[in-house]
């Protein structure tokens, strides 16, 4: 069973189907018939003979044969016993548009519960409960209440809000752009997005997936799927819902922008999903997307015939990141052969206001044939000379000739163009309002070229006790101490493969001091104790001890206070540890995510993370390049380079740690969130120190 | 004569009108015939008798009256000619159309200076040369080739690209988006961007002024009138070409933004003026700004009919720093008395999808009453029951009926709500199509209700000696030194009531110890020349001296080895100076704008300059709010209230330097570039001091 089936349905089966206009069950019905399905339908209602000139049913098992899909729309106290007649009849496909579910109440989300259920035991898949139906424009099936049937085309599109999914489709039939699958997933109880991703990603008809999304079920799965699809069509998201939800779980790492948000900017990141920030700017990714090859990189060549709209789409290039290609001789020459002396050569080409078709097509065939040039954007202006319709024609005549290279077309105006505008849908060139639009769609796809064309992710593994850690953690848990002690934090970082600061625990005065004696000065003293966590608290902590005598005070004055502050400690003596006094401190986290798992953190301490939020995120488990991408992604890594006239340090150790890190919290999910701060890194060829850590665990959702 | 008598023109000579279709000259008769112009109308060609059933008239001289308003579509080369014809029988207005100018050659440029000199003698004032023309849509007046009359309105727009007012005014006329004026400014030789402005500013048809601008001729006149102008009218710019060609220009403060498109910045944010993005956020803005009442606060309401969208919105206003508005318990009252249980109540209010209009009815009126609400925005999806005709009549009488908050409306959809978009068009009510272009221009209308009622800009003045400074910078310009020396800089410094650090000059080993004696310890020691700037380079600073004899000894030190280094320079001995040791290091600066004149810069010192680029700008003059606004708008702000654990400073201290400084560079032009690096600030009470300054001058250009 899966959603093709659905899609392919010979026979169709509404149960509640009604005579009565403008109630659902006849608008589906309606909706069906006008959009020329050519299979059997089946209208299913007891209070009915005949409905829309069709033999009515008074159930599903009296039409004697079992229709490949059912739409449901009854009341919903009455789609179980529909949902079980179903099972019973061994139909396989449902789509429940009825409402009343876990949108409405309690009750509702019983009875949503009740019917994932008998569906599990009759083997049967649906789409919804609340939901507008689903359509397939190819297939001419329209099991919706949605509106009429779009033109056939590549976009396939889920929405999780059923009036989005309505709207869109009024919007784009006014503009003409066409679908291969259209589905409201509504509460998605059993079908939900990922089954709706996946189903796109196999369909053939499809080249283009788009959707709105508010929720997603299951985060990893979401992730590792999300990615493949991604390297086979692009998957263009809305997502909504994140800003305010997330406020309140933000943790102090992020400050601007909310956890669930930060967590969503790196699942799309990871998964090579474009975010669309609006329908319109969705829309526009996706019929380039869908009408034109990947470009190879992000050098656009600009082709005008007017100053101002070619400034703004040189400024909106400049904007996003983009680079106006620099064109060869080669091209300037034939530019300077084939066009009038007066216009600009030179990228943005600016052809002049009396530029006829003939001109643009020998701009458009230089600047195709230069190697320097990965995307071609067209700007016509209407002149009163301009020949928009035959210019059109010609741009989808030569695309079509030297297919390989993108090209987008801005025609600016309304009226003037609105006959080039046909030819140019008709012949796969997506065309833009205004010039910010356009490039635009370029960025989009330029980001997600460069994702397609990404080396293989290979996350290294290093060699590590794993078990070590097992055990630790094991006994926080069944002890339910949720914080990890310094000393047993210590312990999982050596077991990863970390350097922790050289010491060793004393228990008298003489002792400590013939330790500092050993590990040479400057000394810190900490109090050794499995049941302080918050050692500076009770005054549990002395740094930069610089003699015996100092590091003899210090011992002593802890000893004779800290029992006093804490009575029931079960103190075991001091830790007398080396301080490191060269290097960088930085600061390597993770904060898991309830849905997507961890996110690992990176940023250089201090003032930097907690006032300038410099810091940057990536989902784990991440690879070397990865690694290195969240080094270079935060402002302060030029002060890592040296930049303040300090030294550089050694950028690949921190990489490492990340990496150290991000394997350690990929293979214990019971660890919630941990730092590792600071973490002292000095010039290369050092080994960076994990001076401390925090470490919170809890049982895995999953463990 | 001002540009409204252009448009209030009761007869139109064309010079230059053609018989031949196609011909700008037979265009711009045509257009002023179809536009259905009420005034006389006398075609000029000697080669013709009649043109579209007019008498034709072979020259200015022969119509026998004079003009009102004289068109010119003659080759540039015969320009001159027909407004010397112009001046002789005392036409004063003329729009040239030609183009042949500045924009195609350095001859096409001394033509262009030609007119502007015949203009002169002649006392006419034109538009143009280069341009579309101009268009009065509420006096029929058509005087261009740009296209047919656009509807009446209060949007006034000029464009300096022509090509994209002939867009934009096909695609408002497919939109019906009135005007109130368009102007074709063209190469703007005598009537520049500012003319219209101030002219559209004045023009009580005339409620927003927008447009398209590439460059600003005179910077200085540009603030001071659009600061003038954006009190009564909102001034909507799109402008272009900042970004490629500022950016070799930019300054080692600048590093993202260069430093033309930082000033366009500073400049619009000083006068008001509301940047636009591209052609399509122009038009919502406008729209918005033209039909609907300022804001008084940032809090939106939604109202809407279903969840997604709804949804959509809310991230939108969080994102763009917009509130929500918290609903009164009155409001949540009425709307639990009026509305079914089901609806969420919450602003986002959601009325569900079977909402009538008469549901929305209650919602908006609700809202509309709560003093928390400062302006509603209307979610409209079209759901099969949605009654969208009816709600947009009721939207449009509840505006009526309660005036004063502005309601921007978002139908979703396209042909299920063509006619609501009708209604609520012809009602003033700005309708978008997405709920982000909504956002959008809610905050555009936000941001400028802001502008508009902040306090009165009062630009405190400081007894200073400012006849102290002229003597020093004349000096320096007569001979030609263009870096002010640190002797001199800190005259200027403390002619403008800065403290400088203590400390005098020593020619004695003796009397250098004897003056660190008397200032206290550390000290530190600089060579003392007129012919040394770069101190530093010739071992010419010594920090940090802690006692006599470490005093004594850089003093002999350094009169023994510069001036082997430089045997030219004339030493006149070594500056003992005090060495602060308290506070924090920050930098007040100031670039001067070739256009705008001096930017206020400020950004901690160091690293947050140089590496992390935080750095504020502002347009000097600076009123003590301003000076606030620039240190809370760093992000290192919170470092100067002590967020790193270091003692908090004097955050006022700071502000006042910053306006000392601004009236320093405001009174004098010749000042091109200032640091003061650093300007020590220590906690409230101490009095901060200027270390070091750097003082590029050059002769001002009016000075």
Not at 177 to 205: M, T
């Amino acid at each position: 069973m899966s959603l093709q089936d659905f899609f392919n349905a010979r026979s169709v089966a509404i149960v509640g189907a009604s005579r009565e206009e403008h109630k659902t069950g006849h608008e589906v019905l309606a909706s069906l018939l006008r959009g020329g399905y050519e299979g059997d339908v089946y209208p299913v209602n007891p209070k009915a003979d005949e409905i829309e000139g069709l033999r009515c049913y008074p159930s599903l098992r009296a039409i004697g044969s079992v229709p490949d899909l059912v739409v449901i729309v009854v009341p919903a106290k009455v789609v179980p016993k529909v949902l079980t007649e179903c099972a019973s009849i061994g139909a396989r496909c449902a789509v429940i548009v009825s409402s009343g579910f876990k949108e409405s109440s309690p009750d509702g989300a019983a009875l949503e519960h009740e019917l994932v259920e008998i569906a599990r035991r009759g083997n049967i898949e649906f789409v919804g409960p609340n939901c507008l139906g689903i359509l397939a424009p190819g297939n001419k099936l329209n099991a919706s209440f949605a509106g009429d049937l779009p033109p056939v085309g590549g976009i396939g599109y889920l929405s999780q809000s059923g009036s989005l999914l309505a709207s869109i489709l009024d919007m784009a039939m006014a503009e003409d752009i066409g679908f291969s699958r259209l589905i409201s997933i509504g509460n998605k109880a059993k079908i939900d997005e990922l089954d709706v991703i996946r189903a796109l990603g196999d369909d053939p008809d499809t080249t283009v997936i788009a959707g709105y999304l508010e929720t997603i079920t299951d985060g990893d799965a979401f992730v590792r799927e999300a990615e493949r699809i991604s390297r086979e069509k692009p998957i263009l998201l809305l997502k909504s819902g994140e800003t305010g939800a997330g406020a309140e779980a933000a943790s102090f790492h992020t400050g601007r922008l909310a956890a669930a948000e930060m967590a969503i900017e790196c699942v799309f990141e990871r998964a090579g999903v474009i975010r669309c920030e609006s329908i319109t700017a969705q829309f526009d990714y996706a019929m380039a997307l869908a009408n034109q090859p990947l470009p190879a990189g992000p050098n656009v060549a600009v082709i005008a015939n007017a100053g101002g709209p070619s400034i703004m789409a040189a400024d909106a290039i400049e904007r996003q990141g983009l680079t106006l290609a620099k064109l060869s001789d080669t091209t300037l020459q034939r530019l300077t052969d084939g066009l009038p002396a007066v216009a600009n050569l030179h990228n943005p080409i600016d052809l002049l206001g009396d530029a006829l078709a003939k001109r643009f097509e020998v701009a458009l065939n230089a600047v195709l044939d230069d190697p320097g040039v990965d995307i071609v954007l067209f700007v016509l202006s209407p002149h009163a000379m301009t020949e928009c319709t035959e210019t059109a024609q010609m741009v989808v005549r030569t695309a079509r000739a030297k297919p390989g290279k993108p090209i987008l077309a801005c025609f600016l105006g309304a009226r003037k163009v609105a006959e080039a505008v046909q030819v140019l849908r008709q012949g796969g060139i997506p065309r833009y309002k205004s010039p910010e639009f356009a490039v635009g769609a370029v960025k989009a796809m330029a980001d997600y070229g460069r994702w397609r064309s990404r080396p293989k992710r290979v996350v290294r593994l290093f060699p590590v006790n794993r078990r070590k850690v097992e055990r630790i953690i094991e006994r926080h848990l069944r002890r339910d101490l949720l914080d990890i002690g310094e000393m047993e934090a210590q312990e999982i970082l050596e077991a990863y493969g970390f350097v922790t600061p050289r010491g060793d625990v004393a228990t008298s005065a003489e002792q400590a001091a013939n330790l500092a004696d050993q590990i040479g000065y400057p000394v810190v003293l900490k109090i050794w104790s499995p049941d302080i966590i918050h050692k500076s608290e009770v005054g549990g902590v002395k740094v930069g001890l610089t003699s015996r005598q100092e590091t003899m005070d210090a011992f002593d004055l802890m000893m004779y206070r800290i029992p006093k502050r804490v009575p029931d400690a079960n103190i075991l003596g001091v830790l007398v540890q080396e301080m490191s006094t060269r290097g960088r401190e930085v600061i390597l986290g993770m904060e898991r995510d309830p849905r997507f798992g961890p996110l690992m953190m990176f940023g250089m301490g201090g003032i930097f993370v907690e006032v300038l939020r410099d810091v940057a995120f990536y989902l784990a488990p991440i690879t070397a390049e990865e690694a290195m991408e969240m080094l270079t992604s935060t402002r302060t890594y030029q002060l890592l380079q040296g930049a303040d006239d300090r030294e550089a340090v050694d950028i690949s150790a921190i990489a490492e740690g990340l990496q150290r890190l991000s394997q350690l919290v990929t293979e214990f999910p019971q660890i919630q969130t941990m730092d590792i701060n600071p973490f002292m890194v000095g010039p290369a060829g050092t080994t960076p120190v994990a001076v401390d850590a925090r470490i919170k665990v809890a049982q895995a959702r999953n463990g």
